[in-house]
């Protein structure tokens, strides 16, 4: 047989079925590479592919090729060293269309042969349909346009493929009116089978046997209908296989790298925190591979917020409902840790870990009397009575507005942040006990019921073993299964996938760009590069809905205003727009979120603040002291009424507090369009700057539900009129992309903030309550 015969066989078995979406990335058809080319964006992961062998004809063919999202390049060649040499070059593109419903695509191919002199060229248009999520429907015309020496032969593909149910599938291909075949698929468990069936012309019957090797290869072997083994391929994808293994693992999953909202960008010094993305790519991943059936979780140096703690919980807890084992250890007992691991089938104790089980604490650290004694005055103004932010610079206490705030914010996130672990405990009695006596020895932290044994890392998987399964294996192996960034499943599924744009607001919100810190480790987040990516998002028609996650106390108050503004608009007249927030959304942060039609929260979140305040610093009192003078030079008497020279002026105190009550005004104008809370209600009892813990918030109408990522998902689909079951991508539009690109920003960002300095900074939102976060 012809090589060239042999690519148009495999090319044509495999028109419907898109290539790559099952458990077949070599086969039948390399990939769709020497294909259908509109299977190309529905084969959704970067790989290649190599392909050899000879046939009856003791031709040898060799071929390759590689393929993004939406292009695609191949190279084929065949010689029997004697009358046959010939070669093939293909590039490839291909578009999803309607929310990947339909694929345009679209082959440019140049072919050689020792049969003619010069080169062919030849274009073939094809185009894929899934109507159903168990029909895919697939049709090319090859060498459609051609133009060289030796015009190659038009051929009109077509075929479809029907999923029987998962793990079987049924092809049908035809080539113009002269072949017809089909191709039978099937998931064996450690093997996947392939059978091409001829129905009418010259074709012959040929059996795939496919095995995938770790999560990213997979190989495969052809077999003719003369039983003999003639043709190999290894494919590779950058998605990873979801369950290549077969026997039952137990797998460790390291949690030591700082868990954040987002990674900063490049750093010489290596990886240095993971994002709450990847870490649900990660358990996305574990909850694809059936093999992982003893999961051990490491806290050993764990760093993270509650939002993220409860993210992590809700992982266990559907790995839970799989029927798998899921152990936590923890080399420290505190709270978030508690949290992120209360949902384990087992919680184990390091023996000589210290435990933090004492309560909600936090310290205020108050500088007025300094100032007052090295000649410093800080003038700052506010609106809201409980808006405590200004007071360490302009009270020797704390008011009794914000002890009373605080108190109560702090009893009701404590209950929030400790309700999950308290569950397991049949009688919390000795629970309680600890808090009025504390221990910090681990043996009480099992005592009371907090943890269910210590032990050592080493002895974990034997003792979940023994106990749970009763095996005695002392000597276990336990593979780790450390979280990477940009992890995707390898995606079968052919319904529609629609988009949905993810927003990260976090950290401090400040006029202009933000970036990343690198002398405070702290991020901040820009109006001037939030209302870029705003601005593109309003005009891409790819986006069903927008989430923006939110982990900020606040800042700029014109920033947000701004950022407010925007969002308004686009849920009003461009897309529903989900507001979700992680550890906390006060302040200006609170403020964004109320742009969304609706607003999630998690129970431990910090929400509210509705407040701001605002002023300067004089130092005159300091320079007099120092025996130095500063002269201000001006055109006009209040030029310089952001200068630290002198204090403020009776007129300009008053026009910043005009500033100050009107801001607010409109702030609470704000949150009463997005709760229809009553404006006078709202200012009387819920603003002022009062802080609020989620649970409190959804209690008092600040929040409309309680919920994390996924929450936040349900509602954008629901919003936008996507079915639940169906698959979406989430999409980030401030993501470092580059990472270099956002370091070189990043260090940009520090210069201005080193030059910015000596500056007067004169007024923002609230800086985040003590909290020991």
């Given at each position: 047989?012809?090589?060239?015969?042999?690519?148009?066989?495999?090319?044509?078995?495999?028109?419907?079925?898109?290539?790559?979406?099952?458990?077949?990335?070599?086969?039948?058809?390399?990939?769709?590479?020497?294909?259908?080319?509109?299977?190309?964006?529905?084969?959704?992961?970067?790989?290649?592919?190599?392909?050899?062998?000879?046939?009856?004809?003791?031709?040898?063919?060799?071929?390759?090729?590689?393929?993004?999202?939406?292009?695609?390049?191949?190279?084929?060649?065949?010689?029997?060293?004697?009358?046959?040499?010939?070669?093939?070059?293909?590039?490839?593109?291909?578009?999803?269309?309607?929310?990947?419903?339909?694929?345009?695509?679209?082959?440019?191919?140049?072919?050689?042969?020792?049969?003619?002199?010069?080169?062919?060229?030849?274009?073939?248009?094809?185009?894929?349909?899934?109507?159903?999520?168990?029909?895919?429907?697939?049709?090319?015309?090859?060498?459609?346009?051609?133009?060289?020496?030796?015009?190659?032969?038009?051929?009109?593909?077509?075929?479809?493929?029907?999923?029987?149910?998962?793990?079987?599938?049924?092809?049908?291909?035809?080539?113009?009116?002269?072949?017809?075949?089909?191709?039978?698929?099937?998931?064996?468990?450690?093997?996947?089978?392939?059978?091409?069936?001829?129905?009418?012309?010259?074709?012959?019957?040929?059996?795939?046997?496919?095995?995938?090797?770790?999560?990213?290869?997979?190989?495969?072997?052809?077999?003719?209908?003369?039983?003999?083994?003639?043709?190999?391929?290894?494919?590779?994808?950058?998605?990873?296989?979801?369950?290549?293994?077969?026997?039952?693992?137990?797998?460790?999953?390291?949690?030591?790298?700082?868990?954040?909202?987002?990674?900063?960008?490049?750093?010489?010094?290596?990886?240095?925190?993971?994002?709450?993305?990847?870490?649900?790519?990660?358990?996305?991943?574990?909850?694809?591979?059936?093999?992982?059936?003893?999961?051990?979780?490491?806290?050993?140096?764990?760093?993270?917020?509650?939002?993220?703690?409860?993210?992590?919980?809700?992982?266990i807890a559907k790995l839970n409902l799989q029927g798998r084992t899921t152990i936590a250890y923890l080399d420290e007992l505190r709270p978030t840790t508690l949290l992120?691991?209360?949902?384990?089938?087992?919680?184990?104790?390091?023996?000589?870990?210290?435990?933090?089980?004492?309560?909600?604490?936090?310290?205020?650290?108050?500088y007025k009397g300094f100032f007052d004694w090295v000649g410093i005055k800080v003038e700052l103004l506010r609106h809201g009575a409980y808006k405590s932010a200004v007071?360490?610079?302009?009270?020797?206490?704390?008011?009794?507005?914000?002890?009373?705030?605080?108190?109560?914010?702090?009893?009701?996130?404590?209950?929030?942040?400790?309700?999950?672990?308290?569950?397991?405990?049949?009688?919390?009695?000795?629970?309680?006990?600890?808090?009025?006596?504390?221990?910090?020895?681990?043996?009480?932290?099992?005592?009371?019921?907090?943890?269910?044994?210590?032990?050592?890392?080493?002895?974990?998987?034997?003792?979940?073993?023994?106990?749970?399964?009763?095996?005695?294996?002392?000597?276990?192996?336990?593979?780790?299964?450390?979280?990477?960034?940009?992890?995707?499943?390898?995606?079968?599924?052919?319904?529609?996938?629609?988009?949905?744009?993810?927003?990260?607001?976090?950290?401090?919100?400040?006029?202009?760009?933000?970036?990343?810190?690198?002398?405070?480790?702290?991020?901040?987040?820009?109006?001037?590069?939030?209302?870029?990516?705003?601005?593109?998002?309003?005009?891409?028609?790819?986006?069903?809905?927008?989430?923006?996650?939110?982990?900020?106390?606040?800042?700029?108050?014109?920033?947000?205003?701004?950022?407010?503004?925007?969002?308004?608009?686009?849920?009003?007249?461009?897309?529903?727009?989900?507001?979700?927030?992680?550890?906390?959304?006060?302040?200006?942060?609170?403020?964004?979120?109320?742009?969304?039609?609706?607003?999630?929260?998690?129970?431990?979140?910090?929400?509210?603040?509705?407040?701001?305040?605002?002023?300067?610093?004089?130092?005159?009192?300091?320079?007099?002291?120092?025996?130095?003078?500063?002269?201000?030079?001006?055109?006009?008497?209040?030029?310089?009424?952001?200068?630290?020279?002198?204090?403020?002026?009776?007129?300009?105190?008053?026009?910043?507090?005009?500033?100050?009550?009107?801001?607010?005004?409109?702030?609470?104008?704000?949150?009463?369009?997005?709760?229809?809370?009553?404006?006078?209600?709202?200012?009387?009892?819920?603003?002022?700057?009062?802080?609020?813990?989620?649970?409190?918030?959804?209690?008092?109408?600040?929040?409309?539900?309680?919920?994390?990522?996924?929450?936040?998902?349900?509602?954008?689909?629901?919003?936008?009129?996507?079915?639940?079951?169906?698959?979406?991508?989430?999409?980030?539009?401030?993501?470092?992309?580059?990472?270099?690109?956002?370091?070189?920003?990043?260090?940009?960002?520090?210069?201005?903030?080193?030059?910015?300095?000596?500056?007067?900074?004169?007024?923002?939102?609230?800086?985040?309550?003590?909290?020991?976060?």
């Amino acid at each position: 047989m012809k090589f060239s015969t042999l690519i148009g066989v495999f090319a044509a078995s495999a028109l419907a079925y898109l290539p790559g979406e099952w458990s077949f990335p070599s086969i039948p058809n390399s990939n769709g590479l020497f294909g259908n080319p509109a299977g190309l964006s529905a084969f959704d992961s970067p790989g290649g592919v190599l392909n050899f062998g000879r046939d009856k004809d003791d031709v040898y063919e060799f071929s390759a090729g590689f393929n993004g999202d939406y292009l695609g390049a191949t190279f084929s060649y065949h010689s029997d060293y004697d009358d046959v040499d010939e070669s093939r070059w293909n590039l490839i593109a291909s578009l999803p269309m309607l929310d990947r419903f339909a694929f345009l695509g679209f082959s440019a191919g140049a072919f050689r042969s020792s049969d003619f002199h010069g080169t062919d060229f030849s274009a073939t248009p094809g185009i894929l349909i899934r109507p159903f999520q168990w029909l895919a429907l697939g049709f090319d015309s090859k060498h459609a346009v051609q133009f060289g020496p030796e015009k190659q032969r038009r051929i009109q593909e077509y075929g479809a493929t029907l999923r029987v149910f998962d793990g079987l599938s049924v092809s049908y291909a035809g080539e113009n009116k002269e072949t017809h075949r089909l191709l039978v698929e099937a998931n064996l468990g450690f093997l996947d089978l392939g059978v091409q069936i001829p129905i009418h012309g010259d074709d012959e019957y040929r059996v795939f046997a496919s095995h995938a090797f770790g999560r990213s290869f997979q190989g495969t072997l052809a077999i003719d209908d003369d039983w003999k083994p003639r043709h190999f391929s290894v494919g590779y994808h950058s998605a990873k296989l979801a369950d290549p293994y077969v026997l039952s693992r137990v797998v460790r999953v390291p949690l030591s790298l700082p868990l954040t909202e987002t990674e900063p960008g490049f750093s010489l010094f290596g990886r240095s925190s993971m994002s709450i993305e990847s870490l649900r790519e990660h358990f996305d991943l574990l909850l694809a591979d059936k093999s992982a059936q003893l999961i051990i979780f490491d806290f050993t140096g764990y760093k993270a917020g509650t939002a993220i703690s409860k993210e992590i919980e809700r992982g266990i807890a559907k790995l839970n409902l799989q029927g798998r084992t899921t152990i936590a250890y923890l080399d420290e007992l505190r709270p978030t840790t508690l949290l992120a691991s209360s949902a384990a089938t087992r919680i184990v104790l390091e023996p000589s870990a210290r435990v933090n089980y004492r309560g909600v604490g936090g310290e205020v650290l108050y500088y007025k009397g300094f100032f007052d004694w090295v000649g410093i005055k800080v003038e700052l103004l506010r609106h809201g009575a409980y808006k405590s932010a200004v007071e360490p610079y302009t009270a020797d206490s704390m008011s009794a507005e914000a002890r009373e705030n605080y108190t109560q914010l702090y009893t009701e996130w404590w209950n929030t942040l400790t309700a999950d672990s308290r569950m397991r405990i049949s009688t919390t009695l000795p629970l309680d006990s600890l808090l009025e006596h504390p221990s910090l020895l681990a043996k009480d932290a099992k005592r009371v019921g907090l943890v269910d044994t210590l032990l050592y890392l080493d002895e974990v998987a034997p003792y979940a073993l023994k106990t749970i399964y009763g095996l005695d294996a002392p000597f276990v192996n336990v593979s780790d299964y450390a979280p990477r960034a940009g992890v995707r499943i390898f995606d079968e599924d052919w319904r529609p996938r629609s988009k949905i744009a993810l927003l990260n607001i976090e950290g401090s919100i400040v006029d202009g760009v933000g970036g990343y810190d690198p002398l405070t480790g702290s991020r901040s987040t820009g109006s001037a590069e939030v209302l870029e990516a705003l601005g593109k998002l309003m005009k891409s028609p790819e986006y069903s809905a927008l989430i923006v996650r939110i982990n900020s106390p606040g800042g700029s108050a014109q920033a947000s205003d701004e950022i407010w503004h925007r969002l308004h608009t686009i849920s009003q007249t461009r897309m529903p727009v989900v507001a979700s927030i992680g550890d906390m959304g006060a302040s200006g942060g609170y403020m964004i979120a109320c742009g969304a039609n609706e607003i999630i929260a998690e129970k431990a979140s910090i929400v509210g603040s509705i407040g701001i305040f605002g002023g300067k610093v004089s130092v005159k009192g300091l320079l007099d002291k120092l025996k130095l003078r500063m002269e201000p030079v001006k055109t006009h008497p209040h030029a310089d009424a952001e200068g630290q020279g002198r204090e403020f002026s009776p007129e300009e105190r008053e026009a910043l507090q005009n500033y100050l009550d009107a801001f607010y005004d409109r702030f609470l104008d704000v949150v009463t369009g997005a709760t229809q809370l009553p404006k006078d209600s709202l200012d009387r009892s819920l603003a002022g700057g009062r802080v609020f813990t989620g649970s409190q918030g959804v209690k008092n109408g600040l929040i409309h539900r309680i919920g994390g990522l996924d929450a936040a998902i349900s509602e954008a689909k629901r919003f936008a009129g996507i079915p639940e079951s169906r698959p979406v991508q989430l999409e980030s539009l401030l993501s470092d992309g580059s990472y270099l690109s956002r370091s070189l920003s990043d260090q940009i960002r520090l210069l201005d903030w080193v030059n910015s300095v000596e500056k007067t900074q004169v007024w923002a939102l609230f800086v985040s309550p003590p909290l020991p976060f």
